[in-house]
């Protein structure tokens, strides 16, 4: 059975296994944790980059370690879910947050005051549009660049949706439902350190807000110094490298006992990490992506790939450095995977023509979000099943994008729509997940299209992450010591389970995380945890 169609068995069966084994606290076995998240790394790009390169820093992690072969994150695989679900042990069923963009029906606009108070329900996007500065690509004193973004300070409150009970805007922290493993180890009188893309990562603070004794968030989509078209740090690779450098030498700081900037003593945190960004765009580049159905990486994925390998062999080098690899568990995981490896099932839709549909029957969406999968919040949520009826009945919705023109081709070409066609559509009692918080907070409708179709124009990007498919969920993952024998293990597991796994190595209770209760999440197998 491929990979594809066996996905949904994959989830279920990992979904047994997390909730077959006991939870038990135990003396520490580590002194400290590194998480690094590779965005976009397939469970194949490990294996093949190890194959390829068996003097990487990647090849001599897995040389001392497990690797898990069939490992999902959390759906729908997106940075926020797919992030939470690994340092929450939770999916959106308990962290309560679906996306990184999506529509909340118990918020007020940003600026609702109590004499002012507004209409509820807001549009939220947990991106780089709520920075402080952020105007269509500036982001405040360009002097400064990326390193001004930290965390909640760096985020704008005038532009966040403001909660109709307190009146206060909500940030990231106070969105998730669930506390964090930095709460928790911090709770503990340990330190807490990570490092992310966005001020708006925020969200693993947790609920209080102060689960990370130092984040930093070099925004990638400010602008590069110096580059004349004022393009931000996702618009090529080699500058993505750049700004995952910025990240590593905070890293490396915090390593030898340093606050990121190396400037002030810190003690060594015991939980501390970052992601890299390099994968994820050399993935999306048309001058990247794969050659081939088996992962071939090609072109600008190289770079990424090489640029990680060398960013990882430098934290590893730290630990050395320090002495302290031997009391380190390293754990390397992906929030999410990329669709499509196979440049044969690539196809490119336009999302708009969807929300065009179905306003032409009557039935209007508040927000749409996209990226491999549409989910839709509709302004009348009783009209779900009548929207799903006339998106089913239209079989050629979707148009795709005709590269060589650069327009949108018309429902009407046969062979162009056949990859746009809606494959499923759910609803109802059908979704995934429902919300625990009853606020809208997660979509009335997900339209699933054929493998392998990207939202977006293709001149812009040839792949995308944030549904459920094989290629968007199917990560990897490889927990790694000088103290663990090499190891393959086949069973199905989660990224939910490396939360638990995390506080178990660090001696601390897995059950103290909220998600871990309320999901059943296991640790991880084959650690002796």
């Keep these: 059975m491929s990979i594809r169609k066996n996905v949904i068995k994959l989830a279920l069966l990992a979904l047994a296994t997390s909730v077959a084994q006991p939870l038990v606290a135990k003396p520490a076995i580590?002194?400290?944790?590194?998480?690094?998240?590779?965005?976009?790394?397939?469970?194949?790009?490990?294996?093949?980059?190890?194959?390829?390169?068996?003097?990487?820093?990647?090849?001599?992690?897995?040389?001392?370690g497990i690797t898990y072969s069939n490992a999902v994150t959390a759906l729908p695989a997106d940075s926020f879910p797919g992030l939470l679900a690994l340092?929450?042990?939770?999916?959106?069923?308990?962290?309560?947050?679906?996306?990184?963009?999506?529509?909340?029906?118990?918020?007020?606009?940003?600026g609702s005051t109590k004499d002012k108070p507004g209409e509820a329900g807001v549009d939220l996007a947990y991106d780089e549009s709520i920075d402080k500065g952020y105007d269509h690509g500036k982001f405040g004193d360009s002097a400064v660049g990326p390193l001004k973004f930290m965390g909640a300070s760096a985020i704008d409150p005038s532009v966040l949706p403001v909660d109709p009970t307190t009146f206060k805007p909500v940030y990231p922290h106070d969105y998730l439902k669930v506390n964090t493993i930095f709460e928790v180890i911090k709770a503990a009188g340990k330190r807490t350190y990570w490092s992310d893309k966005h001020p708006a990562y925020d969200i693993v603070n947790g609920p209080s807000g102060t689960g990370v004794d130092?984040?930093?968030?070099?925004?990638?989509?400010s602008p590069v110094p110096g580059n004349k078209n004022g393009d931000d740090f996702t618009k090529a690779v080699t500058d993505t490298v750049a700004n995952d450098g910025l990240k590593v030498d905070a890293l490396v700081n915090e390593i030898k006992g340093l606050d990121h900037e190396g400037k002030t003593k810190v003690p060594v945190?015991?939980?501390?990490?970052?992601?890299?960004?390099?994968?994820?765009?050399?993935?999306?580049?048309?001058?990247?992506?794969?050659?081939?159905?088996?992962?071939?990486?090609?072109?600008?994925?190289?770079?990424?790939?090489d640029a990680v390998d060398q960013g990882i062999g430098r934290i590893v080098a730290a630990l050395k450095a320090g002495r302290?690899?031997?009391?380190?568990?390293?754990?390397?995981?992906?929030?999410?995977?990329?669709?499509?490896?196979?440049?044969?099932?690539?196809?490119?839709?336009?999302?708009?023509?969807?929300?065009?549909f179905l306003k032409s029957k009557g039935i209007e969406a508040e927000t749409a979000s996209n990226d491999t999968t549409l989910y839709l919040w509709l302004r009348d949520p009783s009209q779900a099943a009548a929207a799903a009826a006339a998106i089913l009945a239209e079989k050629a919705?979707?148009?795709?994008?005709?590269?060589?023109?650069?327009?949108?081709?018309?429902?009407?070409?046969?062979?162009?729509?056949a990859w746009g066609i809606i494959q499923a559509v759910q609803f109802g009692a059908s979704l995934p997940y429902k919300d625990p918080t009853g606020t809208g907070r997660f979509p009335d409708l997900i339209l699933t299209p054929a493998p392998g179709t990207v939202y977006g124009k293709p001149w812009k990007k040839i792949a995308e992450h944030g549904g459920f498919g094989a290629d968007d969920t199917h990560v990897a993952l490889l927990v790694s010591s000088p103290r663990i024998k090499a190891a393959?293990?086949?069973?199905?597991?989660?990224?939910?389970?490396?939360?638990?796994?995390?506080?178990?190595?660090?001696?601390l209770d897995p059950l103290s995380l909220q998600a871990v209760k309320l999901e059943g999440t296991a640790v991880l197998p084959d650690l002796g945890y």
């Design 397 to 417: 919705l979707y148009p795709v994008w005709d590269k060589a023109a650069k327009k949108s081709l018309a429902g009407g070409d046969k062979t162009a729509a």
């Design 214 to 221: 130092e984040l930093f968030t070099p925004e990638i989509n």
């Design 269 to 305: 945190p015991a939980i501390m990490g970052m992601n890299f960004q390099a994968v994820s765009v050399g993935q999306k580049s048309v001058a990247g992506g794969y050659s081939d159905a088996v992962g071939t990486p090609a072109g600008d994925l190289v770079t990424g790939l």
């Design 488 to 507: 393959t293990v086949g069973c199905p597991v989660r990224n939910q389970q490396v939360a638990p796994t995390i506080l178990a190595a660090l001696g």
């Design 87 to 110: 340092v929450t042990g939770g999916s959106p069923a308990s962290t309560g947050v679906w996306y990184d963009h999506t529509y909340n029906r118990y918020l007020l606009a940003p």
């Design 30 to 64: 580590y002194d400290r944790v590194v998480l690094i998240s590779i965005d976009g790394m397939h469970q194949v790009d490990l294996a093949n980059y190890v194959k390829a390169h068996p003097a990487s820093a990647l090849a001599a992690l897995s040389a001392k």
């Design 324 to 356: 302290l690899y031997d009391s380190t568990l390293i754990v390397i995981g992906a929030k999410h995977g990329q669709s499509a490896i196979d440049p044969a099932c690539r196809a490119f839709a336009d999302d708009g023509t969807v929300v065009g």
